[in-house]
């Protein structure tokens, strides 16, 4: 029973401390207290690597080795800022998804090339930048919002952006050509359509070329349990895309 209705707020003890006396000498230390959800401490202990184990990874670094060095930086910063991200992912009841999401890549099991990921990598830089105008995009993401727009048209576009930084001009919150993140009411990180148009299609061009898929008819002949050798190929009108953004119904 409690006095005011409510459960008590459980509260984490996480200390996280590193030593740096030579280019082999690496303390890392978390101890956990009382965390709401203990799967997600028994997971972090399994991912946390041991003191030794660092040791002996920054043993094998040599100093012409850049990937090494980099990852050593990536190690010493994460060692700094993980206590503060588990205490608000736990504020905000996302612990577990952070532990989960840790559990795939250290497994190899996460599929990187998930375009929900990819997506998700692009708040990320956005809210990293200095000015959004200086945004870019990998070619995967470029053609997955063609693709959007083809299919929904620019409401599409404009529904999944949200108002990013529209007014902070006229409000006086931003320069011409210099946006802040922070200041920016983003939904997803969107190109906008001057950097989608450059795009020849929203599909790789390394894929199939326009006109007839031999391989399909191939496939089809393979696979036909009568091998029938003549086929009757028929085109749908109505799925034609031959205008700019849309389809173009010809009945």
Known sequence: MFSNGKEPEAKSSLNCTKEFNSPTSLKFDITFGKIDDKRSRAS???ILPSSDSIKDWLSNTSESDDGRIFEKDALERLSSILPKV?????????????VQFNELLASGSFPFENIAYRLFCDVVQWYTLSNT?????????????????KLFKGKFLRFMSGLKNTGNINEGMSERRKYEPMNSELNFAVPSWSVLDKMITPVSTE??????????????HENDPDKIATFKLCVDGQKINSSTIGNLDIY
Request: aromatic content about 14%; glycine content about 6%.
């Open 207 to 220: 894929t199939f070329r326009p006109g007839l898929i031999d391989t399909m008819i191939n496939i089809l």
């Open 44 to 46: 972090f202990s399994n």
């Open 86 to 98: 588990i205490s608000n992912l736990r504020d905000v009841g996302e612990l577990n998804s952070f």
């Open 133 to 149: 105008s200086s945004m870019r995009y990998s070619e995967l993401v470029k053609r997955f919002w063609r693709t959007g727009y």
